[in-house]
């Protein structure tokens, strides 16, 4: 790693910070789910203070509740950076910076075939925020994760919160590896009781194709419209350890209806499949564009890996209708999904088959669908692994906008099930165009991970893609980043 510039270095990453992550700890014949969110304070110097995680997973030392740390972090004139936790088991971290001063990064903590592998965010925090009162309005959330027998499970809805402890209207959709079913929401409940670190919890009492659910949730708070959520009851064969997210929903006047989706949407799932010949589960993961009119027509493009096995359709007509508390169901070439949404065009989305697919629809916001449109610095993540075989990797990368072919250089971090790397070189070629899917394109990697690859632009500072060769696939995302110095 470069050692830090003016422009980079340990002062980009300044303030008090939440985090989430999502991982799958495994070894020779096991594996099992992970996850962690939680909060620290980095002076810009190169110090980590102020620590409070908590972690859920199965086997000793999986669960810490609350549990305080320190740490130290090193960030180089490529904005690439390695965090080191006094946390045990979990202890090291690969991160890229954002403009923005948030980051992406990867656990690094495997050896010998054993460890953990995952990706996360660590975001900004208003500390201001830190008071239940605060918590307030209409809120979407959107949660994954696996139970003790790897089981997939997805849970998606919305509430609203009154300030003082309590959450009213509610209403959710589970799909527990047997299809989704609309959930009732029979109470809800949120305590803050630790204001200087933003940790609180919640409680989501409903029932779900008849099966009554009492859910625990441990969540920290990134800002008033944000909350990093983290199940918190012991994973079990029936009790998955879900992670994920809370967001403020911006609620048209009048609420949501059809109106609500009018343009192109760029959706990236993630589920869990027994795929093609294979005999066991493998990651399955989507990217496509969703088409709306605004009146309940939709056309669905999209491109998907399960286990290696890639496929891909335009132009899937179908309908959508969307309720005024913001969820939608949504059917497009036979296969149906509901969403709830955040805000017109962005939602959580989840399928209703056995492969649980979940993941976020954003609008795609893009004036032409032109190489130029992928230009400049992008800081790259491979998104919530599904299975330990996956390879995670975080890194800069750097875009010239040429055409006919695109160039993408830069520097990668990667964890995979024998161990990670750092410093791996990255090459590839990318080509956009304007087709019948808007913005989609084709990435060819010459040097690192990822092999040929399918983009869909979602806007000059931000694209996904799926892998089309990789038998172990992850959603990949990249975010415009900050700028290297000359």
Known sequence: MNNGGQNGGSVALNGDYAFTFSGITGGPGYSEPFAAVGRFTADGAGNLTNGEVDTNGIGTGAVLTAQSFKGTYTIGSDHRGVMTLDIPGHSKLAFAMMPDGNAQFIGMDIAAGSGTIGSGTIEKVDTSAFNAARITGDYAFGFSGLDANNNREALVGRFTSNGAGTFTNGAADANASTGSNPATMNAATYTLPDKSSGRGSMNLSLVAGGTPRNLNFVFYIVNAGKLFAMGSDPVAGSTPLLNGAVLRQQTPSGGFSNASLNGGIVINLTGLSVCGSGSGSAPNVFVGLLSSDGNGAVNLTFDQNCGGSATSAVNQVGTYNVANNGRASILAGGAPAVAY??????????????????????????????????????????????????????????????????????????????????????????????????????????????GNA?????????????????????????????????
């Open 341 to 450: 949404l955040v805000s017109p065009n962005t939602a959580f989305i989840m399928g209703s088959d056995s492969s649980v697919l979940f993941g976020l629809g954003e609008p795609q916001v893009v004036t032409s669908f032109t190489n130029s449109q992928v230009k400049g610095a992008y800081a790259g993540l491979a998104s919530s692994p599904a299975t330990f075989g996956v390879t995670t990797f975080s890194g800069e990368f750097s875009a010239d906008g040429s055409s006919p072919t695109g160039n993408m250089t830069g520097v990668e971090d990667t964890v995979a099930s024998n161990g990670p790397k750092s410093g791996v070189t990255f090459k590839s070629t990318y080509s956009l165009s304007s087709s019948e899917a808007n913005g989609r394109g084709t990435m060819k990697v010459v040097s690192g991970p990822g």
């Open 454 to 486: 399918i983009v869909y632009l979602v806007s000059p500072s931000k694209f996904v893609a799926v892998s089309l060769d990789d038998a172990n696939p992850a959603i990949m995302i990249f975010a415009q980043a900050m700028t290297s110095p000359n």
